[in-house]
């Protein structure tokens, strides 16, 4: 079955950019859209942005200025750069799949945990 | 922006039934999704569509929409229900966003 994975840095210095990769097993990217989504520390779920496959995307306009998702299908994984963080970017950040076309997300990766601080 | 309202907290005894309700503008057009979160997890689809359950959703949890009002019901609770839940809709009207709930906590 599809699984998928976060990676990246643990910790990022106040003002540099926060990268992540999704890397999709047991699938393929195709004819999905892929989303990143975090959660603070004790709060919420905020969606953050989606790439379909073929490389259309759409951003959470409270962080568009900050942010990039991109593709690489011939390695089935998806990217996430986020500029400029602060101290309110800590969160768990999880990628996750969009089933169906419906707007539900019926995979997500386990989540990484991404703390900014000097 | 889209804004959808959950109560903080619900709680309820094992065996018995637990109601988590979500509110907002137009609930009724859309589409409600459901997922479940225990600590340290990623969240869990439990339901979508409104009513629809995935497979390995055991069928103690169901969807139901009023008018905009949608409820997410858990039937014969048991210890392991206790969880966060969040809903969660695609708002088409204001740039295809994903939008969640603030999320309930529910205590058996």
């Known amino acids: 079955q599809v699984q998928l994975q976060e990676s990246g840095p643990g910790l990022v210095k106040p003002s540099e950019t926060l990268s992540l990769t999704c890397t999709v097993s047991?699938?393929?990217?195709?004819?999905?859209?892929w989303s990143w989504i975090r959660q603070p520390p004790g709060g919420g779920l905020e969606w953050i942005g989606y790439i379909y496959y073929k490389g259309s995307r759409n951003y959470n306009p409270s962080l568009k200025s900050r942010l990039t998702v991109s593709i690489d299908t011939s390695k089935n994984q998806f990217f996430l750069r986020l500029n400029s963080v602060s101290s309110a970017d800590t969160a768990v950040y999880y990628c996750?799949?969009?089933?169906?076309?419906?707007?539900?997300?019926?995979?997500w990766g386990q989540g990484a945990l991404v703390t900014v601080s000097s | 922006s889209y804004v959808l309202t959950q109560p903080p907290s619900v709680s309820v005894a094992p065996g018995q039934t637990a109601r988590i309700t979500c509110g907002g503008n137009n609930v009724g057009t859309k589409g409600i999704h459901w997922y479940q979160q225990k600590p340290g997890q990623a969240p869990v689809l439990v339901v979508y569509d409104d009513t629809d359950r995935p497979s390995g959703i055991p069928e103690r949890f169901s969807g139901a929409k009023s008018g905009n009002t949608a409820t997410l019901t858990i039937s014969r609770v048991e210890a392991g229900d206790e969880a966060d839940y969040y809903c969660q809709v695609w708002d088409t009207s204001s740039g295809h966003l994903y939008i969640f709930g603030n999320g309930t906590k529910v205590s058996v």
């Open positions: 047991g699938g393929s990217l195709n004819n999905h859209y």
């Open positions: 996750a799949r969009e089933g169906d076309g419906g707007g539900w997300f019926d995979i």
